[in-house]
């Protein structure tokens, strides 16, 4: 038989369940904004400021000195140690035994499914919500429930009874986000507490995503002379790691992304129980061995000696944010909320029931480049939402934009 009388082979597919998944929405605005010349970016969830020198430079020295091997899986003792004190300040005593170092916040997210969820597994999760999160179980074959939180005169708000009635004893894992990407809602104490015995009861994991927990504006105000005086309360947003013991069904995400800009350097860490660790670190080796022995080194440096920078870039972001806020609200069908964490706000305007098209419509017209709500789920729609972490100058040209589209567009009103 020769080669041309075997039969054409198959189109090779990945996995049903890979190719299921939702491809970014906010990709596809960026996308459509190639070729324009002048964008003002505002869609991805990061400052335009770089990593402060401190932390460039204890990388770079960690280099130098040649940390270029692999770690512990779990991470290097000095930095799981800084951030077993770092979480032990902010939310109660915290041993090493239960912090695992990750290659970033999403790479933790994923690790945590992989510790908890299998093909089959009910997972639930309030949105609107970043992707990645409902996305990830599903990848394990996990089936994803979503509970949406309703909008209305105070922004967004959790309906307890709902996602309590949703969070069955059949039940696996509950997710989320809290301050909450995109819409900056922050669970309550009083919410968590519900939460958790709720959870406790019936045994369903907690994953929480608290990557945002340093950007949460209500006590941002005490500022540097809070810092001076050495005070501890309250300088991250309500946590399941102030109610839970550190030894049962929940598990903490979080990243050095955020609170110390360091998006591209992919480190970040869980608080689980002890218990859960060697089979963490058997995840951790099949999935990336370790994070860089050098991004470890510069990550003791933030931790230890970042915390006025932290509290300072909070009270930059809380400004940023109040003057979005004001430029918003003086466009006429504009609905903004100012929201009380995270570092978007999420907002409705003319046109933005279908907030794809509209959206990929303003990159193209005049540049501006927000993210649609319906990449956050079919909650989101009907809402755009722009990252406000740049300077108000920035801030002010993107206004001006869109300002000019709405004008353009007068027939959306
Ligand atoms: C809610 C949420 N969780 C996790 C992450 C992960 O961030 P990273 O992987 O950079 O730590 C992000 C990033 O934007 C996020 O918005």
């Known amino acids: 038989m020769s080669e041309s009388d075997l039969p054409a082979p198959a189109v090779p597919n990945a996995r049903d369940a890979v190719r299921a998944l939702r491809p970014s929405q906010i990709r596809e605005v960026a996308n459509a904004g190639f070729g324009v010349d002048d964008v003002l970016p505002f869609w991805f969830g990061e400052s335009d400021r770089v990593t402060p020198a401190f932390i460039r430079d204890a990388a770079s020295a960690a280099l130098t000195a040649g940390a ?23 939310h109660g005593p915290t041993s090493t035994d239960h912090i695992a170092v990750t290659s970033a916040g999403v790479n933790a997210l994923m690790l945590a499914a992989q510790l908890v969820v299998g093909a089959g597994d009910r997972v639930v999760a309030v949105t609107p919500l970043w992707p990645n999160l409902v996305e990830i179980p599903k990848i394990l074959g996990a089936h994803v429930d979503t509970v949406p939180l309703g909008y209305g005169e105070h ?14 004893p059949e039940t696996r894992m509950l997710l989320v986000n809290s301050p909450n990407n995109p819409t900056g809602w922050v669970m309550s104490r009083d919410e968590q507490r519900t939460v958790l015995a709720h959870c406790r009861r019936h045994g369903i994991w907690i994953v929480a995503d608290e990557v945002y927990e340093r950007l949460y504006y209500a006590n941002a105000d005490a500022g540097a002379a809070a810092i001076d005086a050495g005070w501890t309360q309250s300088r991250a947003a309500p946590s399941f790691l102030d109610l839970a013991s550190r030894d049962e069904r929940v598990i903490c995400v979080n990243s050095f992304s955020k609170a110390w800009l360091m998006t591209g350097w992919r480190l970040g860490w869980i608080v689980a129980p002890a218990a859960l660790m060697d089979d963490l670190g058997k995840l951790v080796e099949y999935n990336t061995s370790c994070a860089p022995a050098f991004v470890q080194q510069a990550g003791i440096v933030a931790v230890q000696q970042g915390e006025r920078f932290t509290q300072e870039l909070v009270l930059d972001l809380k400004a940023s944010r109040d003057h979005l806020v004001r430029a918003l609200s003086d466009i006429p069908g504009v609905d903004v909320k100012t929201p009380p964490g995270a570092m978007y706000l999420f907002f409705s305007m003319p046109g ?18 927000v993210a649609p709500g319906s990449a956050f789920g079919p909650q989101g729609e009907g809402f755009v939402r722009w990252c406000y972490a740049c300077d108000t100058a920035r801030l002010d040209a ?3 934009r869109l300002k000019r589209f709405l004008a353009q567009h007068d027939a959306m009103r």
């Open 68 to 90: 270029t091997f692999y770690t512990h899986n779990l991470g290097i003792a000095p930095l799981r140690a800084a951030l077993a004190e770092y979480v032990g300040a902010l």
């Open 155 to 168: 922004g967004w708000q959790l309906d307890m009874a709902q996602l309590l009635a949703a969070l069955t």
């Open 398 to 400: 993107g206004v001006e």
């Open 352 to 369: 933005a029931t279908r907030s794809l098209e509209l959206c990929k419509a303003m990159v193209r017209e005049v540049g501006l480049g």
